[in-house]
């Protein structure tokens, strides 16, 4: 939404780095209105939805602000520096625990007082009695607690990237993968996944059995391969994986015959697992 025709409609916004668009943050966008946006504040730390990958997770339009341009603003500069931008904004949304401002000084008292208008603080958000909250996801990511980072998020944590060659290993000799980077994004502990997968921007996602990390019975290089449950699928340019639940560890296995009778058990799991799943 970078139009100033646009921007001068927005009445109210809300504010915040909104990295993983999780549960917590779907709640401040709930509060905008029709003529409502999103304001991200953008750290360069984003690895959940890193970029533009935020606008997949909404329907309301987002305006990017790079951090250096407001870290240095009083409260008073950054009302200014808002209003600016949105000559009718009425109405902020901001969560419990915003700051702003140099070494984060302000909240969102100082910012009420400074703007004069309504700002809506929107309280905490908890999942199973724990609060929501990007750094909780990253965690649970790290342990390959997809299950867990995903109720925080409120869907499924997904990754995407261009579709790259791999080692050819997999057609000939085990199942057939698609080999995907995926600069930007944080990945889940090493290990394999049941996960979904849509291939070349398709609607329709695909059942399917995820590997991330180093293959140690193979090359030993690190990999983000998926092998897609409903038959000989060609994805030629970019896929999008989303994790469901992780099956196991990343394991070394004897021989490829081990690796393969591995692979069929894996295959039989990721089914069961996203069998329940609309897809």
Known sequence: ??????????????????????????????????????????????????GREREHFTTHPIVYLPLDEI???????????????????????????????????????????AFGGAVQVIDEVTVGGESVHSH????????????????????????RGDVVRGQGIGKKELVPTVNMLTNGF???????YASLARLDGEEHYHPAVSFVGHRVTTDGSFAVETHVLDGEIVCKERIDVSFVQRLRGNEKFASLDALKEQIGRDIAAARKAVGRLEL
């Open 1 to 50: 939404m970078k139009h100033a025709t646009a921007l001068k409609k927005v009445d109210a916004v809300a504010i915040g780095g909104f990295d993983g668009m999780h549960e917590g943050h779907q709640h401040l966008f709930n509060a905008l209105g029709e003529r409502g946006a999103i304001v991200v504040v953008e750290t360069g730390y984003a690895n959940l939805t890193p």
């Open 71 to 113: 870290r240095m603003l009083d409260d008073r500069g950054f009302v200014d520096y808002l209003r600016e931008r949105f000559p009718v904004l009425s109405r902020i949304v901001v969560g419990y625990d915003f700051r702003f401002g140099l070494d984060r000084k302000f909240s969102h008292a100082d910012l009420s007082k």
């Open 136 to 159: 909780k996801i990253r965690a649970k990511l790290i342990i390959g607690d997809v299950a867990g980072a995903n109720r925080f998020l409120g869907h499924n944590y997904t990754v």
């Open 186 to 192: 944080l990945l889940p502990k090493e290990g394999v």
